[in-house]
């Protein structure tokens, strides 16, 4: 689904077209709970968080136009998902989470593999991975979506890049 057939379904949505919803719910649901799950590292509270965010797209959609509705609906399942762990005592400081990533794979291994290499990052060079690769939004789309330069975004993306590609090789950080 391109830019704008996403924007057509969000007005689609506007008019109460469950169909709509489950079009872009089909689409999005892998990327945005892996974004979720990266966050809360509670794959029932990112399932809980990935449903609230339809929900509440179905129940007060967007008003048109967006300039990018998959960003829009990234950032939506990013502040939930924030907001959410916030709130966990045990998670009162966001800056000690240690974030897990899931890509989909058939190798159990190789998912095993990239989890604890994910883990080795810190948690905004993780999130700047996972929402490149995983939401495939463009750098500057992360740069706004994050409130940091596009510059910084492109040096923590190379850096954690050759982080994990060290950590997948066998070298240690």
Known sequence: MNKDELQL???????????ALEEIYNY??????????????DKTLSEDILQEVFIKLYQLPPTPPIKNPRAYIFQMAHNL??????????????DSIENIVYLPTEDFSMKMDIDHAMKTLPSQECQIVSLHI???????????????????VL???????????SVLSGGAL
Do not use: H
């Open 28 to 41: 999005l649901k892998t990327p945005v709970y892996t974004i979720i799950l990266r966050i809360t590292q």
């Open 81 to 94: 998902a924030v907001d959410s762990v916030r709130k966990l005592p045990q998670f009162a400081d966001l």
């Open 155 to 165: 040096w923590k993306y190379q850096r954690a890049i050759g982080r994990l590609r």
């Open 134 to 152: 995983n939401g495939e939004l463009k750098f500057r789309e992360i740069a706004d979506m994050m409130d940091i330069p596009l510059g910084t």
């Open 9 to 19: 379904k969000l007005v689609a949505l506007r008019n109460r077209d469950r169909s």
